[in-house]
């Protein structure tokens, strides 16, 4: 990294002030990694060099005065984006900007730690008592000092233990696709596949207590065979194996889930930070994607769990459940529990999940079988199909078929609406000329009293409180727009929702209310559950909306509810003011 040639590097050097150890101040590369022990800046593409984080520290100490506040940093190898000073992590002590190093048994370390001292923030666990109580200015007893504090050190063992468990649990479903990959790592490593079991340092192993353990970075040095920093679409692909479309959109996953600011600038490529943090979560989504038939059941299994009111804790013994769900009692979860399933909702939007839930529908009643829920033998056959059908790029509802009009075409000419205050009259808009094409969204923006109310109200025929005057277009021809009230949606500031009544009984309400004579119940709620799956309420539809007096949803999810009670009236224009 040293023979970069910088061309502000000479530039840079002067300007350093002299009391700068020589050395600690080094050209970089931005499209090199930060190296460890250093903090990188770059802006507008310009590199600004590499700082040792242990001069900062210096510095800060005997050329300012400010005593040892940077002990403790951590500035390990990263990338670009990450060539930042970090605080050492909890549960370890930094003794230099280099090295972190696990807690010995015994001893408590916090953020922030750089030695195994009081003054380095580690100190003995019966000493952390000790504090505590010579502290504590209210008379209590040591007794109830060492309770609190062994407590707390419990709740946190108890913490790390859940968040160890989940860590294996997500491992232990991916473990049939790393394995999978680790094979195909060790050829292209060229190893032997039968070989002893990999050292520590190796990607994928199992550890004496059974643990699985998974090494994000060695894996990305093993893949990176130009060691640019940088995974291309050829590279990733050597070992994922997943044809260029899935494997374009497994790494948008990757990249969508990490800060806009942090993301590749070219696509088809993957920083060594964006690898490390989100290839495991990405590979949990491709591998829902493709579900054999006892991962369909351990999700339906897990559906059935929470349908309780209970957390699985252990293993289904899948390949038995399977085998004997024909002799016990028949296993089945209602449509909403498939928009309340954690798994489902990682990687699928309410819209998909309502794809598979309608052909569940219509499948059952081209069967004849029960409408309402899911049995365990239909979800476990026909989920996989029905997964792959709402993935696909085509996937459309109702809502996103066009309907065989194309809407209205509204065009409005030196438009006018006078509102008397006092025995004066007031031009509130004046001459608005202006059009809204059909099948598109239109946002009127203005400050606080500029008209943008008056302009809807007039155009949507609710100005009752002042005259309108102009002409108004409706396709092409001239026409009052009150008079197509029929098939034009308005949403006002106001809430105009039923607080006794739930999300879906208030769309349910609108539906029966708005839409055409003959319309039957099962439409209805066929709209109602589109439409909130279109707004993102399917989890919340049987929740009280709720008021003042009573707690019920969010202000933003009753907004929706507004704006979806509109919906239910199939419109062809909708106004949102």
Known sequence: MSTFNDPAAPFIRNILPSYVTPGSWRPWDPTQNCPSGYTCKEMGGQSFGAFSCDELRRIAVEEYGFGDILAGIWCPYSTPAAGFVWNCPAGSYCPNSTTSIECPKGKFCNYKTSSLTLEGGAMPCDRIVRRYFSYNKKKVSRALAIDSIMKAMKGNDELQRVNHKREQEKYSKLRPKLEL????????????????????????????????????????????????????FTELNEVMCLGEERLSAFIANMQARMPLEQRATHLGTVSRETFVRCFLDALADAANLEPTLLEAARLFQEMVAEEA???????????????????????????????????????????????????????????????GEISQEEFVEHYPRFLREVMRPDF???????????????????????????????????????????????????????????????????????????????NGNEAKIEEQKGVIGFVPQEDIVYPDLTVKENLLYAGRLTLPAGTTREEISELADEVMASLGLSRIANSLVGDARRRGISGGEKKRVNVGIELMKKPKLLFLE
């Open 309 to 371: 009111g209970n957390t699985p804790t252990s293993r289904f013994s899948l390949r038995t459940s399977i085998k004997t769900s024909m002799s016990t009692p028949r296993l089945s979860v209602p449509y909403e529990r498939l928009h309340m399933s954690p798994t489902l909702t990682s990687f699928l939007s309410d819209m998909q999940i309502y794809g598979i839930v309608s052909r569940f529908k219509k499948k059952q009643r081209e069967e004849g079988g029960k409408v």
């Open 181 to 232: 990959i680790a094979e195909r790592l060790r050829k292209i490593r060229n190893e032997d596949a039968t070989d002893s079991p990999p050292p520590q340092h190796d990607i994928f192993y199992i550890s004496k207590s059974g643990d699985i353990l998974f090494d994000a970075n060695a894996f990305f040095d093993v893949i990176d065979q130009n060691k640019d920093g940088v995974l291309s």
């Open 396 to 474: 459309t509802t109702s809502l996103d078929k066009p309907s065989k009009s194309e809407g209205l075409d509204v065009a409005f000419q030196h438009l006018c609406l006078a509102v008397k205050v006092g025995k004066d009259e007031v031009n509130v808009l004046d001459d608005v000329t202006g059009r809204f094409c059909s099948r598109t969204m239109v946002a009127v923006m203005g400050g606080t009293g500029s008209g943008k109310s008056s302009l809807l109200n007039a155009l949507c025929g609710r100005a009752y409180y002042g005259k309108v005057s102009g002409k108004v277009f409706v």
